[in-house]
Nanobody, 115 residues
Framework: QEQLMESGGGLVQPGGSLRLSCAAS????????MGWYRQAPGKQRELVATITRSGRANYTESVKGRFTIYSDAANTVRLEMKSLSLEDTAVYFC??????????WGQGTQVTVSS
């Protein structure tokens, strides 16, 4: 049974926007942090944004001012992506860290920025 599910990826033109969503199943308890990594072909995974249970958010420098991570539902995080460029093309992975030190990963959702 899958415990993290991402959605919202797709094809978008440069300058466009997408909203990614990640929902954790009800079987996961004691969430500390959720967030997003991304991985472009031939590159290592890069941390994009994180949010704590209290709502504190952090971003990698390249997305500051363009991306917003937030939660508007229980055990769910969103990543609002604006002013997208070709360099944002990657598979985006949701992750979760719980109080027991366990990590969970989604299967990834493809974001392609292209004309």
């Amino acid at each position: 049974q899958e415990q993290l599910m991402e959605s919202g990826g797709g094809l978008v033109q440069p300058g466009g926007s997408l909203r990614l969503s990640c929902a954790a199943s009800g079987s996961i308890f004691g969430i500390l942090t959720m967030g997003w990594y991304r991985q472009a072909p031939g590159k290592q995974r890069e941390l994009v944004a994180t949010i704590t249970r209290s709502g504190r958010a952090n971003y990698t420098e390249s997305v500051k001012g363009r991306f917003t991570i937030y939660s508007d539902a229980a055990n769910t995080v969103r990543l609002e992506m604006k002013s997208l460029s070709l360099e944002d093309t990657a598979v985006y992975f949701c992750f979760l860290l719980d109080k027991e030190g366990r990590s969970y990963w989604g299967q990834g959702t493809q974001v392609t920025v292209s004309s």
